[in-house]
Each structure stands twice: as C-alpha cells, then as structure tokens.
C-alpha cells in the first residue's frame, strides 16, 4: 500500500467520551504513584494506539496528531515501510556492539545520513540514543578539534536535560534549578525580534543580537580562542517556535569563521524536513560545522547522531563512545525515513502545508486580542497567546485552557515557549486533517478570548 492509501483508510476525530476519560484517569492514578514526576499533564488522555496522523486514547476517542511525539514522527506513527525495515533488521540481528565491531548498517545508515547533511566537505558521523547525547558528543568534538572549553549559546534554547546539555540550555528555569552544570557557557538572548531584548526593531538593529557576541564578550571578557563552539537552534523548538532575524544565523557564521569557532546547529527538532528543507539551517543558507540530530531521524525508535566535518574528528580512539549508539534496529529505521522524506519530498509539503496552514492562522487570528505572535517555517509553527497585544504579557493559562479546549475537540498538541502553542504534526498529515487541527485551534482561541 502506498502512503497516501494508508493514510486515506485512517479515520479522522472522533470524541465519544470526554477526555481524559474514565479509563485514562485510572493509568494517571496508577502512573502518578509509581513514575517519575516528569513533564507529563494530567488534562491529556492516557494514549492506547497511534497510526499516520491520528492517535487513539485508551477510553477509545481518536485525535488528530499535531506533536508528532514531539516532532518525533515526521512520517508519521507506525509507517509500514519503517516496520517493514525494521523487522528485517530483527532477523539479522537487534543489537551487536556497534562502537566496538563494524557492521554494514552503521556504514550504510552513516553515509545515507552524511550524503543529506549540508556542506561540500567530508562528514563523520557519531551515532549516540538521544538529542542530549549528541549534543554532549558535539561539546566534545568542539573541545577536542578547538582545544578549548568556552561554549556560547542563547536564551531562550533547549538544548537537552544531561549536565552537559543542560548548561547549554537556557528556556525555562525550571529545567537548570537546583543542579550543578558545566559551566564554561556563555549566553546571550537569541534573535526573538517579536521581544527583541535591546528593544529595536528588525529593519534598524543591524542583527545587535549577533553581533553583540563579538563586541561585548569577546571584547571584554572572553578571548574567543577559548571559545569552542557557537550552539544555536535555528528555531527555537522548547523556547517557543522563535523563527530568528534572516541574518541572525548568517552573521554567527561569519564571527565563527573569523576566529575559527566552530558553528553548532542543533537540528534535533527542526532537523529532517520539518521547517520545509531538509535542515533547519538551510532556511538562512548557512553550512554548519556541525549538526546536532535526533528525534524525527528514526520515525521513533531512539537514535542521536553528531555529524561533523571530517577533520574534526577525534583524534584517538576511546575519546568517545556508547553502548548503543549505533543500535541495528534504530539505523534501519532511519536509512527508511531518509529514503522516505526524500522519495516524497516531505520538506516540500511541510513548505507548502505550512505556508497554508500559516496564512490561515493570520487571517483568522492576527486582530484576536491574546493573540501576540504568529510564526513559523514549515510545519514548525507557533502562536504566542498574550494577556493583551500592548504589553504583550506572558499568558500562559490562556495557552493552556486553549490547548485543553482542543484536547476535548478531538486534537492533541503541546505548549512551548512562555506562553505558545506548538504546531508540529507529522509531515504526512493529510491535509484535511491539518486543516480540521487548524480549525479547531482558532475555534478555541475565539472563545477563550471572548
Ligand atoms: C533542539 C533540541 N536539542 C536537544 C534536545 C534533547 O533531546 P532529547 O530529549 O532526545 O535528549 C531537544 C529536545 O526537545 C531539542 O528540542
């Protein structure tokens, strides 16, 4: 069956209890005693099945998908031919010791994935389980290939939970309160134009946001040869969908190669299509030094890889490794969603829905009075509720009360940022469905609005 013949037998929403619903509300019950406290809310409904683009819950209500497992599934849930490849792997085998033998699929999946990565250069490819840990993996190669240990990163960026990681991040205070982080980083507020922190406007301020980086760190407190690496997500995914200044990312090419720092795109979450190229960074035309990936890269078994230009690899064996960096299943996964995406052209439909999907938004939205920001590339897209458009105040409960509206209309899809609603649905979404999801997000906003 092709893809479009699978999606098209998927059934669209349907809510025949109100959700969460009673058999939901039993799995929290028995969830908040014995997990973790985590990031999980409990106006969600506990989830039973997913497929495509559409997810059901355990009291049987069915929803339109528009987090993708945390833009994880931008070929959507339980996509036959990743479960075909997949099982094929199975019958070779599920786990050998990828860091410590050579295996064909590690040298296939690394050269499906280097021959996407932007830049006319040589690659390496680190394979490791998650976002965090290929963000560890770029801190090291940074360190290493630079000799140095100060990193730069901005606010508000998401760039993992790991101590590492972590000191990169910067999006809520919740995430970095109370732990010990590495702490040679340095941070600067990311190009935010709708807050811009210096209070100027995109067309005068010359990208200060960048530019800043040379004439105030670098001139009074650290000597950029101490500096590793540059990380910037070139949109803000955790810290609320921010599409930055055209030339923001631009300009932070040009302070890299002026002092030979290296430039870090973490592409976990806008990586693999989802902003309307294949990349994140391409939007500005820019070539990183290295690239950061993770979620979407296998359709949701965990894998993260750091791909890097090849004369920055480690210079001695043992300088890095992981136990299951690397895992069979995983790279199977992803050199199917690889062949997947390109076959279909997927960041050019994300380009085209999202272009769609976010004029919609505009016309229906843009005078609603909570409404602050509408944004995005692709199918990354966010809208910044406000408690009034003059003061643009932070409105989170406004977010969150539209989000459940949603929820009880048949829609599942997360917050990020302070006070945003995250659009991120798998990028096969038919279209019908993200014109409904669309649809039930303005429906929501107008009425808590009224
Ligand atoms: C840009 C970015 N980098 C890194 C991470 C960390 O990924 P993981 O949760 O897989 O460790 C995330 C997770 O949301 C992310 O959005």
Known sequence: MSLWNWLKSLPGPQIKVEPPGPKSREIIKKGEKVLATSTREEFYPAIAKMEGDVIWDVDGNIYIDFFAGVAVLNVGSRNPEVIQAIQTQLNRF????????YDEIQVIAAEKLASVAPGNFSKKVFFANSGAESVEC???????ARKAHWFIAFVPSFHG???????????????????????????????????????????????????IIEEILF??????????????EPITGEGGYVVPH??????????????GILLVSDEVQMGFGRTGKWWGIQNFDVVPDVMTCAKSIAAGVPLGACVFNAKYDFPYPGAHSSTYGGNALAL???VKVIEIIEREKLYE??????????KKL?????????????????????????????????????????????????????????????????????????????????????????
């Open 219 to 232: 001139e009074h407190y650290i000597d950029p040869n101490d500096v590793a690496a540059i990380f910037v």
């Open 94 to 101: 599920i786990h050998d010791a990828p860091q410590d033998f």
């Open 332 to 334: 199977a996964a992803m």
């Open 246 to 259: 055209p030339k923001f990312i631009p300009t932070l090419r040009k302070i890299c190669d002026k002092h």
């Open 349 to 358: 439909r994300a380009r085209k829905l999202g272009e769609q999907g976010l």
């Open 362 to 450: 505009k016309d229906e939205l843009e005078d609603n009075p909570i409404v602050g920001d509408i944004r995005g590339l692709g199918l990354a897209q966010g809208i910044e509720i406000v408690k009034d458009k003059k003061t643009k105040a932070f409105a989170p409960d406004l977010r969150d009360e539209i989000i459940k509206r949603c929820v009880k209309k048949g829609l599942l899809l997360l917050p990020c940022g302070k006070s945003t609603i995250r659009i991120a649905p798998p990028l096969i979404i038919r279209e019908e469905m993200y014109e409904k999801g669309l649809d039930i997000i303005i429906d929501s906003i107008k009425e808590v609005s009224k």
């Open 138 to 144: 770029a801190m090291k190669v940074a360190q290493l």
């Open 161 to 211: 939970r790991t101590l590492g990681s972590l000191a990169l991040t910067a999006s809520k205070k919740v995430h970095r309160k109370g732990y010990l982080v590495y702490p040679y980083v340095e941070h600067v507020p990311y190009s935010y134009c709708y807050r811009c922190p210096y209070k100027l406007t995109p067309d005068v301020c010359d990208v200060w946001c960048a530019k």
